[in-house]
């Protein structure tokens, strides 16, 4: 690795940028998916669901009934006082699974 940082350091700036080029893909690093910028609340979670139901469905019946929905949902077990909050990504999920969720209940 010094011997092409040597070669480099006496090397024209057009051909430093042409290495630059060749060497892009391998020193790509990897974006990482970033956090939503704004959580739902349960009350605009329930008001974007396909089908109106009350909190207490969302919070007994749907995320126990679907399981994968609890990797977007925050203070679900928080305790008295602690407000859940939702990540837009569950209800996008919830809208390309809604003729495989049991509405009923």
Same mark, same amino acid.
């Given at each position: 690795m010094s011997v092409l940082l040597e070669i480099l350091k006496s090397a024209t700036p057009v051909e430093r940028q042409e290495a630059a080029e060749? =060497? %892009? @893909?391998?020193? *790509?690093?990897?974006?990482?998916?970033?956090? @939503? =910028?704004?959580? $739902?609340?349960? %009350?605009?979670?329930?008001? /974007?669901? @396909? /089908?109106?139901?009350?909190? *207490?469905? &969302?919070?007994? !019946?749907? =995320?126990?009934?679907?399981? &994968? $929905? %609890?990797?977007? !949902?925050?203070? $679900?077990?928080g305790g008295k006082g602690v407000k859940v909050r939702f990540d837009p990504a569950a209800v996008d999920w919830v809208l390309e699974h809604r003729s495989e969720i049991d509405w009923s209940g």
């Amino acid at each position: 690795m010094s011997v092409l940082l040597e070669i480099l350091k006496s090397a024209t700036p057009v051909e430093r940028q042409e290495a630059a080029e060749m =060497l %892009k @893909p391998y020193l *790509a690093v990897e974006e990482k998916p970033q956090k @939503p =910028l704004r959580f $739902l609340s349960t %009350k605009e979670f329930k008001a /974007r669901l @396909p /089908r109106q139901k009350n909190e *207490a469905w &969302i919070r007994d !019946v749907l =995320l126990e009934r679907e399981p &994968i $929905l %609890k990797q977007w !949902v925050y203070g $679900l077990h928080g305790g008295k006082g602690v407000k859940v909050r939702f990540d837009p990504a569950a209800v996008d999920w919830v809208l390309e699974h809604r003729s495989e969720i049991d509405w009923s209940g």
